[in-house]
């Protein structure tokens, strides 16, 4: 009898497929720039949900985006938060489309789902061409090997049965059986279930006949063109050859295989690797450690297996280069290629990787080194205009450019109050709250339900999602890290300088609602899955929802999302919340380590090699490959800038190698001829960080005259050069014992800054034995 998937989706909609589903929504809100229109009716009371002094709506505003509501998920995950932004996510979205157009980019496997069954594949050399952003992309060849299945029989769709950490099992049913297949992020297994007629592996055509070079009945070593496999049944059964394109097996009554993707074509590696192919993987699950004392974050990746014969645990796993350079734990030897560079390989059933958290400020402190009344100036400049103004595109008053104001309107107040102009910086501080609590209110004054300005929950999904928004945030769930985190910025900036408006009772419970939407660490919470944004395994995270094409799950802006996180260390510390600042300070720790082995490639060992790309960097880095060219524009400024902005106290990291740091930027410098047409006040920002006293030359050439991106302004931009001026570049040998901390270094001497959050002193610790004392609510300084 065979096993029923018992799938559940098409709630709530018709049954039209999801393509029709995907067709109907656009790219960005169809009501944009409008006054806050409010719905006729009051609302009901289960129609909102009361945070506090916030609420969220539990009903979609009319004619508004949202995901969609054809879901290919199993009952016994009903009910549960959905991932989104990771690896394998299209199989929930695309779960009815068997024809090989969505990829799950595994590592070191490639597969995808067929009409024939589970098709399973390995990565190939570099190629350079075109891409879903334009041109300047470099990805992997996919090479497909063979499809498992029943012989002569289609498959109807597939569906997502089960998951964990960065794991994900998902089952195709025929008339003539089921297959439930499990893969782990980083693993060479492929563990599959049989229940039905004997299974067969049918080979490519397309790829070159399969070679065998080991049979040993229920183990075999083959290759198909160059790469290699071990196909591993129960240790009773046997495979038997149709010629040369399929190979069949009946498991001698047993319902398990495992296909491993081999490092080489050996004998050795067969047995090695064959050893764990009976112990699959069931759980895989994260664990974190902020050592505030240290300035570390440890990181643990635990195994749970089962084995389906023997008494074999543990299992053989691939590290990529933001593990296994950071571990103690000795490496196999095997190795494999992949999009993010080279992968060690561990046998294991746990193992530890340790960072260093480098520290972030609030903001730069205030150590003179400009001109009070030119900083006074442009400080007015701001406050004598629209202080939360529409934006430059699309929804104008949407989210990301809301958030894009609370970034410069964050930056300002501190530049206030290094002023002592208390007067502007309460005003900052007051517009920016009224903005801030507009969006977190479900209703007007009489009760009635906003549809624009608005949160609502979408509990299929598990998600809140703000009306209105571009970039596909609504019904992809693009980007809720990039926005949400700027709406936590400036909770944080509220809560450093009014922390009564931070409780839970007040606003301080909507705040950590919008946390757990893209960062929850909770993986018992049933409103919100586990780590949305952040990729387990891979070491940063997507922006994407489903997961993609060809080329997998992709994230343009990595300074964007380590924003996001800066912004939870920053509300943890404010609130006295250590479960949140430390998830911030693993999140930021972790994304950083990302965009400089990925993104920045600062070691060199990362980016491909070949003839036809030539860049230093990845703009966007997806799943299959990398791509030097952004969503919008292929102009120098913004493929560099997107990976610098917002520039502010949290992105010290991005001058901690001052070598690369001058040279990516003369690079940059030299594109354009040493003409910036736009974007200048993050190139100078970037600048100061390697040579301020260029920066500051540039600035004073045209600092009145250009036109501010539209995150930050012209206060913040004099002030951030004129203070690295007086201090140097970002020290990266010395650390602190609080997460609100950096040092410095000029020639032979160092500034060391701390800020104190607490409400007594506290002598704040440094790595090399230096010590400074901070009064509540102040930065400390001290120059050596």
Known sequence: MHRNINRRYLIGASATGLAATIAGCSSTDTEDDEPREQESERASADEIVSVGNASYRTTKPANRNQPPTDLYVSEGRQGDPLPTNNWWGSLMWDGHLLEHDTYLWSHPLVSSTGEQGFVFGSQ????????????????????????????????????????????????????????????????????????????????????????????????????????????????????????????????????????????????????????????????????????????????????ETEAMEGDQSGTISGMFPHQHKYTDEQSLGYTYESPRGMMQTIETSSYRITHTYPGILPHLPDVGGYDSERLASYLSEETSKQIIRPGEEGDGEGAYWTGKNFNRTSDLIGIAQHLGDEDRAEKLLDEMRASLEDWFQATDEDGRLGNTRVFYYNELWGTLIAY????????????????????????????????????????????????????????????????????????????????????????????????????????????????????????????????????????????????????????????????????????????YGINWLPIGGHSLYLGLDTTYADSNYRIVENAVDGSFSHWEDLMWKYRALSDPEDALEQFEADGDQYEPEFGTSRAYTYHWIATLGEMGSPEPTITADTPLAAVFSVDDGRTYVAYNSREEDRAVSFSDGTSIDVGPGEFGVDHQ
């Open 124 to 303: 190939g050399d570099w190629q350079v061409g075109e891409g879903p952003a334009g041109p300047n992309f470099a990805t992997r060849q996919i090479e497909l090997a063979g499809t498992v299945g029943f012989e002569g029989v289609a498959f109807d769709e597939s569906v997502v049965t089960d998951w964990t950490d960065w794991s994900v099992s998902f089952a195709m049913e025929s008339p003539n059986g089921r297959i439930d297949v499990t893969l782990v992020r980083g693993s060479p297994y492929v563990y599959i279930r049989a229940d039905g007629d004997d299974v067969a592996v049918e080979f490519d055509q397309t790829a070159a006949d399969p070679t065998v070079w080991a049979d040993r009945g229920s183990t075999v070593g083959l290759s198909v063109d160059n790469a290699h496999y071990g196909l591993y049944a129960p240790s009773d059964a046997k495979w038997s050859f149709d010629g040369d394109e399929t190979v069949t097996s009946s498991l001698d009554g047993g319902d398990y295989l495992t296909i491993t993707l081999l490092p080489e074509e050996s004998e050795e590696a067969l047995e090695t690797f064959g050893a764990y192919a009976h112990a699959h993987v069931v759980d895989t699950r994260l664990e974190w450690e902020y050592d505030e004392e240290a300035s570390e974050v440890h990181t643990t990746y635990h195994f």
């Open 468 to 639: 209105p928004a571009l970039h596909g945030a609504p019904e992809l769930l693009n980007d809720h890290h990039f926005h949400y985190g700027y709406y936590v910025r400036a909770a944080a900036e509220i809560a450093r300088n009014d922390p009564d408006w931070a409780a839970e009772a007040e606003w301080g419970g909507m705040v950590d609602r919008l946390i757990r939407d893209f960062a929850n660490p909770d993986r018992d919470d049933d409103r919100f899955p586990f780590l949305r944004t952040f990729d387990p395994y891979s070491g940063h995270s997507w922006a994407g929802g489903p997961s993609g094409d060809a080329f997998g799950n992709n994230q343009e802006s990595s300074s964007e999302a380590i924003n996001a996180y800066a912004s939870i260390i920053q509300w943890g510390e404010y609130t006295d919340n250590e479960e949140l600042r430390d998830l911030g300070v693993f999140l930021y720790t972790r994304e950083v380590t990302g965009a400089r082995e990925y993104w920045f490639d600062e070691d060199g060992d990362s980016l491909p090699e070949l003839e036809g790309w030539q860049f230093d960097q990845a703009t966007i880095v997806w799943d299959n490959g990398v791509a030097y060219t952004t969503w919008w524009t292929d102009e120098p400024e913004a493929i």
